[in-house]
């Protein structure tokens, strides 16, 4: 009798491994995601400055770490770090760092972008009205800030998500490395088996992004102005 | 005129931007009550100054006394100075992401710690004379220009200001708004608020002003009463400015 291929996934505990890949997949995201909030606010309040200098090097980061593809950056992070310096860095923290240092340079220029978009007159008129530079941070322009930077934010956070299959290069048994593995030791009793577990990948993916999009959906809609 | 208690003195007051000398040696008092109108030509300076009296610009020479109280180049509590000043500007700044009455409540309960149903209650009676007590929980997007400019006029005018600045308020409005604005501001004038008042309506300069301020250049070139300036200007360069404003017949009578 022909088995059907979702069978794989119930045999052994290969739905379970698959959801412990999953959640080494969450746990770099958010671990990344969580640094390049952190550090790309304060990246894109130093990139709003006029100094030359820090511009210039604000910029060479930037364009460095958009113009690197992230598979390079990983394994010269992985490779390339333990071979040029003997240091041996896991996978799972090779794969922070790259993320991390991407995530914040993405995400610092989003940050610069909204604040350099909120006008002067919001300042004046702040100062007209005789609040400090601390009130007008706190109750004018932060707030109009973070209402252009969440659709953008999220979208970044989705991005950054999706793109940690790759880690799976640099040895990380993430959730598409457990699939390939699950397939693999199935390839002769199961031959649909890619089709399946791919598949459900694709579901696991959707429902840790999709939260997360319509999310961003309904604060745009609250926050339209 | 009688004389008044001067509120607002300026002594030589020098601005440049870089090399640029954009006022020049501006010396000009505001007593109590008065409304002061400042025309010119664009570019003259005289949104520049207003600029300076409400500390929006450092200056380069002179002083800026407000009751006796030097305010020019403060580093200091700086805005504590700017609660006694109001400022509306051209570009009708209300905060996009808060409510009309939140907008004007802001500046009150934060800089002035004023307690929220005192000032709320005072908000409204202020929206109900300019006419907008329906719009104190729409957002800023749902007004129209001059609606917007008069909410800005109520929510400098919650603040108590001993005076008033106004930087061409109606300039970025639609003709048919301009009157509106001009109204709440003729109101103001009548009740004895101090004002110093930019603009480019001259019948409307003519109307409110106790004292024309013209300058030009960077300086006060004339400095008379509405009457005598728009009927009688003293000076070759007022008089060329008015000229602008005035169309001869082409076709004959």
Redo the contacts between chains.
């Keep these: 009798m022909q088995d059907l291929g979702i069978s794989v996934l119930f045999q052994g505990k290969n739905f379970i491994r698959l959801l412990e890949g999953l959640w080494i997949t969450v746990r770099i995201s958010l671990i990344s995601v969580a640094i390049s909030i952190l550090l790309g606010i304060i990246l894109g309040m130093i990139m709003t400055s006029k100094n030359p200098i820090i511009k210039a090097i604000t910029k060479a980061y930037l364009e460095f770490v958009r113009i690197m593809p992230q598979l390079v950056l990983l394994f010269l992070v992985y490779f390339g770090v333990t071979k040029a310096f003997g240091i041996h860095l896991s996978g799972e923290l090779s794969a922070i760092i790259v993320f991390s240092v991407w995530g914040t340079a993405e995400m610092g220029d989003l940050v610069r972008g909204a604040l350099e978009s909120i006008?002067k007159?919001?300042y004046?008129?702040g100062?007209?009205?005789?609040?400090?530079k601390l009130?007008i941070f706190g109750?004018?322009i932060i707030?109009?800030t973070v209402?252009r930077l969440v659709p953008l934010a999220i979208n970044l956070v989705t991005r950054m998500i999706k793109t940690t299959s790759l880690i799976a290069l640099i040895g990380v048994v993430e959730v598409v490395k457990v699939g390939q593995q699950i397939i693999e030791a199935s390839r002769l009793s199961v031959p649909s088996a890619a089709l399946w577990i791919y598949g459900v990948i694709f579901f696991l993916y959707f429902i840790v992004c999709y939260p997360i999009s319509l999310l961003a959906a309904k604060l745009e809609k609250a926050?339209k102005? | 005129m009688s004389k008044r208690e001067t509120l607002l003195e300026i002594k030589h007051l020098q601005k440049n931007y870089d090399d640029l000398q954009v006022l020049k040696d501006i010396s000009l008092d505001v007593h109590k009550g008065e409304v002061v109108v400042i025309i010119g030509p664009s570019g003259c300076g005289k949104s520049t100054l207003l600029r300076c009296i409400n500390g929006l610009e450092k200056i380069q020479g002179g002083e800026i006394i407000l009751n006796g109280e030097t305010i020019s180049n403060r580093t200091k509590d700086m805005h504590l100075v700017r609660q006694k000043i109001g400022m509306v500007f051209q570009s009708y700044d209300l905060f996009p992401h808060m409510t009309i009455l939140n907008n004007i409540l802001l500046g009150p309960m934060k800089s002035q710690r004023r307690d929220r149903s005192e000032v709320t209650k005072e908000a409204e009676e202020l929206l109900k004379r300019v006419g907008l007590l329906d719009k104190r929980d729409a957002y800023p997007r749902q007004l129209s220009g001059g609606q917007k400019q008069r909410v800005a006029i109520v929510r400098a005018l919650c603040m108590h200001p001993e005076i008033m600045l106004f930087d061409e308020v109606t300039a970025a409005l639609d003709p048919e708004m301009v009157r509106e604005v001009l109204d709440v501001m003729l109101e103001l004038a009548k009740e004895g608020s101090t004002m110093v008042i930019v603009t480019h309506e001259m019948s409307f300069a003519r109307a409110v002003a106790d004292r024309i301020i013209f300058m030009d250049k960077g300086e006060i070139v004339e400095e008379s009463d509405p009457e005598t300036f728009f009927t009688n200007p003293k000076t070759d360069r007022a008089k060329k400015f008015l000229n602008i404003f005035a169309f001869d017949t082409i076709k004959g009578v």
Excluded: F, V
Excluded at chain 1, 127 to 132: D, F, R, V, Y
């Design positions: 006008p007159h919001q004046e008129s100062k007209a009205i005789g609040l400090t009130q109750y004018i707030p109009q209402r926050w102005d």
